[in-house]
Nanobody, 108 residues
Framework: QVQLVESGGGLAQPGGSLELSCSVS?????MRWFRQAPGKHREFVGL???????TYARSVEGRFTISSDKAKNTGYLQMNNLKLEDTAIYYC?????WGQGVQVTVSS
């Protein structure tokens, strides 16, 4: 079991950028990112496994970039060209453990 602490997020305008970080208390191989918009189910955003190529949901591919820094036990979610529909609470996940969630709001 590990602890995950998220940071980043906030308010951005459409077309803007934000970066989320997820600091993990131990080592990890695979980090997944999810999001949950108001009134909707939690949905998969993407994942990075080891040193492999990240995988993305179709809705964010080409706009979001997932990466990790093993030396810092930290994962990142870089979000570019944000859209109104990206507004949600974002969660990082390692195995059975979850971050606390951070709010991302895209609004003009």
């Amino acid at each position: 079991q590990v602890q995950l602490v998220e940071s980043g997020g906030g308010l951005a305008q459409p077309g803007g950028s934000l970066e989320l970080s997820c600091s993990v208390s131990g080592t990890f191989t695979t980090m997944r990112w999810f999001r949950q918009a108001p009134g909707k189910h939690r949905e998969f955003v993407g994942l990075v496994k080891g040193g492999g190529t990240p995988t993305y949901a179709r809705s964010v591919e080409g706009r979001f970039t997932i990466s990790s820094d093993k030396a810092k036990n930290t994962g990142y979610l870089q979000m570019n060209n944000l859209k109104l529909e990206d507004t949600a609470i974002y969660y990082c996940n390692v195995d059975a453990d979850w971050g606390q969630g951070v709010q991302v709001t895209v609004s003009s």
